[in-house]
């Protein structure tokens, strides 16, 4: 291990010599396999990252492996059954939190990063809480290539206008004004599959508990079945009553199109909706469509980061750590981000490359409150997340707050949340 | 048995195969159970050498007692519900248009590829497929527009609604009061066969059996703290339909070959002796065709039993109405990370297959013995 990563600052600062040289082309080789769930809309961001990649590296053979499928369902599976085979990817995209650190630094799979986060500056330019969730006690075990919020909501403002309602600032407002534009025939808000409902959730609950409280939830100081606990499922059950019974058949985009249409009113969605927006519909950010925090949570930043780690074991970890600094580089940052929609995780990134809804989400960023998100894997571990979207499917069907706050108990006790 | 030179060439050339089985079939069901036997997926489950602890039957105690495994039984219920409409549907449906193909109508062929063609699709698409026509906004539920009627509002794979719903804590007395039907009937045809004795032996753990349903289930523990709701998701009507629409064709072809294998002067005999359509079917073709229908139950129960793809296509993960074990085992294995636990519903599914092919494959070596002796 020390001899690793010792070598790793050698390459580091052979790396950076070549950098400072007369050219940017290395003498690097052979192969290097990349592991993502990034194609489809999302493809042509990785594609921007891996042409600098070959651009630099002339003589490394790029492989891009990616497995299509939403948050990585299928990708992650793909991914285990490699990594238990013995066959791991030169680098693979994992969430920052507990999907990282439960599933993989647990399991002792990764390389650790500190060394190359010092050589390369990183601590300076990743906020403290990021790197924070990129760590444990041992080291830091990937670098982050984005930022996305979850807790954001969707409107179209003219509709809001010819419905005669505002954007509600709390759930309350939210249930005051939805009766009305139920009146209208309008649905209040789309929802849509499954996982869209855990991410509702959890923007509800972080409205319901504040910040500080939702993260005592996965501290294990503050319990499921505590009042706060059970008075999350009350108001999603509230909330519910509000939204489309045909939830479960449609895609996510589905349900923003809704809102679009003018059939819904709101969506909560986390900010790639704004790519699907802005780039697939061809709407103006701030005109055609807008936003604000999901209702009770302004200024709370909810996060998801992806990033891409290092196992042990790689074949090529030399062409991996050059595509690490890559991933953490300013140019690589602001390359990929604004066609993924996401905001970089570095702070000196280049604001007027991205769009008008990317320039607020930054701003919020530096000077908002960051808490994790359930839903992407930051803040519980794939067990308790596997878990929970039964007890989300038990609650959708039963509509009982004390019973869903009782199973998530015992799945966070099953699951050693807090441990 | 002699050594004869031939043996052993045939010996030789089976052992490559033999291997292979024993060791990527044989050998892997028996690691599965084993895994299943272990507590694989606490902490580090992904480490290299992640730690196992054997625990015995735990997991499979667990998962039919614990609460949080409430979605497993219901996922066992509707296995259960898409083999019986799987089996029916396609039974019916198959032999349906395979008398209407014996009948030779023009352009038969052209009728026989189409009806087979969905069987060439892939699951998944046929998921797809059958995904947006189901779609609750659009697809079959316009349908009726068309003439003037008003659309259909069935959720199809989003509904939550459930019929036939029965307490978990009756399946003891269920499964009895079904086993006690089956004996009685067997006793009823033993009887009929002259062989009374024997129907007697056949009608006393019957009346046994109804005897403990009515007076003794109380003596037995309870298998969960509290009662718990299970039954037909309607959910389930829509994946049905898809798999249904992807067999039919599948039995269709294997009844047209039935019905084309009985001679000719079956069909001209019956016709003498003044039988009917009706009749001849019911007299002198179904029971030729009986084979066929158990060959056609082993294999289509044993796909719904396998059931994975389309599902999958079809609602997604975790849509837990329409789901079913070999989706869950998945998901608690490469989602969850618990691998003995998705093991265990592993082994659970591949003793239900079992509980089907076993008895066919011993029937059917025993018909091989019989022809070769």
């Known amino acids: 291990m020390r001899f690793k990563r010792l070598t790793i600052a050698v390459l580091v600062g052979i790396g950076l010599l070549a950098a400072f040289g007369t050219v940017m082309a290395d003498n ?25 990649y070959n651009a630099q590296h002339p003589g490394v053979n790029l492989i891009n492996a990616t ?167 009350d108001m999603f059950g509230r909330i519910l009553q509000y939204t489309n019974d045909d939830a479960a058949s449609l895609s996510w985009q589905q349900a923003t199109d809704m809102v679009v249409n003018g059939n819904a009113a709101f969506n909560v969605m986390g900010d790639w909706a704004a790519g699907y927006l802005t780039t697939t519909l061809g709407l103006t950010p701030g005109v055609d469509y807008t936003w604000s925090a999901s209702p009770g949570t302004d200024g709370v930043f909810v996060m998801l980061s992806d990033s891409f780690g290092l196992p042990t074991g790689a074949p090529n970890w030399e062409n991996a750590i050059a ?27 280049d604001l007027s490359l991205y769009n008008a809804y990317s320039q607020s989400a930054a701003a919020d960023w530096q000077n908002d ?21 039964t007890v989300m499917e038990m609650f959708l069907t039963s509509k009982d707050p004390q019973q869903a706050a009782n199973a998530c108990e015992a799945i966070a006790r099953q699951n050693a949340i807090g441990e | 048995m002699h050594l004869t030179r031939d043996r052993i060439i045939a010996f030789s050339v089976l052992l490559p195969s033999l291997i292979l089985i024993a060791v990527f079939v044989y050998g892997f069901i028996g690691q ?67 008398i209407l193909l014996d009948r030779e109508p023009r352009g038969e062929g052209i009728f026989r590829t189409i009806f087979l063609y969905p069987m060439s699709l892939s699951f998944v698409v046929t998921g797809t497929i059958w995904r947006w026509l189901l779609t609750p906004g659009g697809g079959i539920n316009v349908l009726p527009t068309f003439v003037g009627l008003p659309a259909g509002n069935f959720l199809w ?33 033993t009887w009929r066969k002259g062989t009374h004795r024997r129907a007697f032996i056949v009608a006393l753990p019957a009346v046994l059996l109804v005897l403990w349903a009515v007076f003794g289930q109380r003596m037995i523990p309870q298998m969960l703290p509290i009662s718990e709701k299970h039954g037909f998701n309607l959910a389930t009507i829509g994946i049905s339909i898809a798999a249904i629409w992807q067999f039919s064709g599948y039995t269709m072809a294997l009844y047209l070959a039935g019905l084309r294998g009985i ?43 396998k059931m994975f793809a389309l599902i999958f296509a079809m609602a997604g993960p975790d849509n837990a109405s329409t789901c ?23 082994v659970i599914l591949f003793l239900l297959v079992a509980l089907f092919i076993i008895p066919y494959l011993v029937s059917s070596f025993r018909e091989q013995r019989r022809r070769a002796s």
């Open chain 1, 323 to 349: 595509w690490l600094q890559l991933l953490g580089s300013k140019a690589g940052s602001d390359a990929f981000n604004p066609l993924k929609g996401s905001i970089s995780a570095r702070t000196d990134s």
């Open chain 1, 28 to 52: 690097l080789t052979g192969d290097m396999e990349i592991f993502s769930w990034w194609a489809g809309d999302e493809g042509p961001a990785l594609e921007a990252l891996i042409d600098i």
């Open chain 2, 157 to 189: 794979t989003s509904s939550r609604g459930q019929i036939l719903t029965f307490d978990w804590q009756s399946i003891p007395v269920i499964t009895a009061i079904v086993v006690a039907l089956v004996l009685v009937f067997l006793a009823i045809r």
């Open chain 2, 324 to 346: 079913h074990p070999a989706v869950l085992m998945y998901l608690t294995t490469f989602r969850g990370n618990k691998f003995a636990l998705g093991a265990s519903i592993a």
């Open chain 1, 67 to 233: 497995v299509t499928g939403g948050s990585g369902v299928n990708a992650k599976a793909v991914l285990k059954t490699r990594m238990l085979g013995g066959n791991p990817p030169d680098s693979f995209q994992v969430h920052a939190g507990q999907e990282l650190i439960g599933t993989w630094v647990k399991a002792d799979r990764m390389e650790d990063l500190t060394s190359l986060f010092q050589q390369e500056g990183w601590m300076d330019v990743f906020p403290a809480g990021l790197v924070k969730l990129l760590s444990t006690d041992a080291g830091i075990w990937s670098v982050p290539v984005n930022i996305h919020r979850s807790n954001v909501m969707w409107y179209i403002p003219t509709n809001l206008e010819k419905w005669g309602v505002e954007a509600p600032k709390t759930w309350a407002d939210f249930l005051a004004i939805a009766p009305q534009l139920k009146a209208k025939g309008v649905l209040p808000l789309a929802l849509a599959t499954n996982w869209t409902a855990n991410h509702l959730w959890e923007s509800v609950a972080i409205s319901v508990l504040g910040p500080e409280k939702w993260q005592e939830l996965w501290d294990g100081t503050l319990s499921f079945t505590s009042l706060e606990g059970v008075a999350v499922w």
């Open chain 1, 369 to 389: 409150v960051v808490a994790g998100s359930l839903a992407h894997g930051v803040v519980a571990n794939e067990g308790f997340m596997n878990d929970f979207a």
């Open chain 2, 32 to 98: 599965t159970v084993y895994i299943s036997l272990t507590d694989w997926g606490k902490g580090a489950a992904l480490a290299v050498n992640p730690e196992m602890h054997l625990i015995g039957f735990d997991n499979y105690k667990e998962l039919f007692t614990s609460f949080l495994h409430g979605r497993f039984r219901q996922d066992l219920v509707n296995a259960f519900f898409y083999t019986m409409t799987l089996v029916l549907g396609s039974l019916t449906l198959g032999l349906f248009l395979a």
């Open chain 2, 263 to 305: 001679p000719v002067a079956l069909h001209e005999a019956a016709r003498l002796d003044g039988a009917n359509d009706i009749q001849y079917y019911k007299r002198v073709a179904f029971p030729i065709l009986k084979p066929i229908t158990l060959s056609a139950v082993i294999i289509l129960a044993h796909i719904s039993l």
